[in-house]
């Protein structure tokens, strides 16, 4: 296990690695190699998430709450806007089961862009995250009534719509 101190140190080598051109000739090059099929990705470092767990107990209208917050503040604007909008219109009317498929399946991916290529279809659902809010979110996501989603809606006015 590494102290917080030498964790540091190898982050701040890492990106000023990253950071600082090498000179080959007139070419330079930088650190991070991409999704190349030669890469190793040897050079990025993993850092482990604590599992999910399902919160037992918690009232209802608190979990409507903390998943409608959840919904809307993501780790990038493409699912902020698609998950607020999503819980905007059936956080409401779903049953407690689907809220807790709605729980997991927002929270315990670790990557955003794993949940927004499910939901529009650019990669196909693992079976775990398969069920009725995925249909009911690959649906929504389809707009079939080409609804203009340029932004999410203020937390103000969802907090309006949670009874």
């Known amino acids: 296990m590494l102290s917080s101190v030498a964790v540091k140190r ?42 999910w767990e399902e919160r037992v107990g918690e009232p ?42 709605y729980d997991r399946l927002i929270n315990e991916p670790s990557n955003d862009w794993d949940i927004y290529y499910w939901a529009t279809g650019a990669q196909p659902t693992p079976d775990v995250y398969q069920g009725e809010v995925m249909d009911m979110l690959k649906e929504f996501a389809k707009n079939r009534d080409q609804e203009q989603r340029l932004d999410a809606p203020s937390l103000e006015y969802l907090e309006k719509e949670i009874h």
């Not at 982050?11 to 000739?25: D, F, H, K, M, S």
């Not at 998943?67 to 409401?92: D, H, P, T, V, W």
């Open 60 to 101: 209802i209208e608190v979990k409507k709450r903390r998943l409608l917050y959840e919904s809307r503040k993501r780790g990038m604007l493409e699912n902020c806007i698609l998950l607020s909008l999503f819980a905007k219109q059936y956080l409401n009317t779903m049953s407690e089961n689907q809220l807790q498929q």
């Open 10 to 51: 190898l982050v701040t080598r890492v990106c000023l690695a990253t950071w600082r051109p090498t000179v080959t000739g007139m070419v330079s090059a930088r650190g991070y190699r991409g999704d190349a099929p030669q890469d190793t990705r040897g050079d990025l470092i993993e850092i482990p998430l604590p599992p």
